[in-house]
């Protein structure tokens, strides 16, 4: 709840950021379903330059589904914008035979709606053009430097408001692991990720 002046775009707006900060294992994959289409109409499906290019060995596009390599080895960071995002994602640790599942709330056309640009850099062209969903894998952020984890993380945001005086965002993300046999997490990856 805003308890102070009337936000404005040029000033800043508010966005509710929830990330999951998760225990990395060396076959540990992200799975960020996306909407299919395309790239002149909807844009790139995936954003991978946070921190420089992902190598092809850590970051794959299926038809319907970004996989993201998180063993916590190698920093790197995705997102996927308002036009791509689905409120779902998740991973699989298929050495710990676990599925994480998150789901969030997501406005019913989300592309009518600002998101941050979280981009580290200042200043920025589009501020207000950002993703609904980011992954991020922790490793060395350069040679011979130790990294903070290892981990990785699930994030969803909210969209960008300016609240006014009294004014209230909510956000709602939720984080589900299950432990089963590789058969029934498979189904239900495929069932709910795609």
Do not use: C
């Not at 966005?15 to 109409?41: H, R």
């Not at 994602?89 to 997501?106: C, H, K, N, R, Y």
């Amino acid at each position: 709840t805003n308890q102070g002046t009337a936000m404005t775009k040029d000033k800043g707006l508010v966005s509710i950021w929830m990330l999951g900060m998760l225990n990395s294992a060396p076959e540990t994959v992200v799975i960020v379903p996306y909407k299919a289409g395309d790239e002149s109409q909807l844009g790139p499906v995936v954003k991978s330059d946070y921190f420089g290019s992902v190598p092809a060995d850590r970051l794959k596009i299926t038809p319907e589904a970004i996989l993201f390599r998180a063993d916590g080895n190698y920093r790197s960071k995705l997102g996927t914008s308002q036009k791509r995002a689905k409120n779902v994602l998740g991973s699989i640790d298929f050495a710990g035979g676990v599925l994480t599942l998150v789901q969030f709330t997501m406005p019913d056309d989300p592309t009518r709606h600002d998101y941050m640009n979280n981009m580290w850099e200042l200043p920025q062209a589009m501020p207000y053009v950002g993703d609904v969903v980011n992954s991020y894998n922790d490793g060395s952020p350069a040679p011979g430097k130790k990294g903070l984890g290892p981990f990785y993380e699930i994030e969803s945001l909210s969209p960008a408001k300016a609240l006014k005086t009294g004014e209230t965002l909510t956000h709602h993300h939720r984080t589900l692991h299950i432990q089963a046999d590789p058969a029934t997490l498979a189904r239900l990856a495929k069932e709910v990720l795609g």
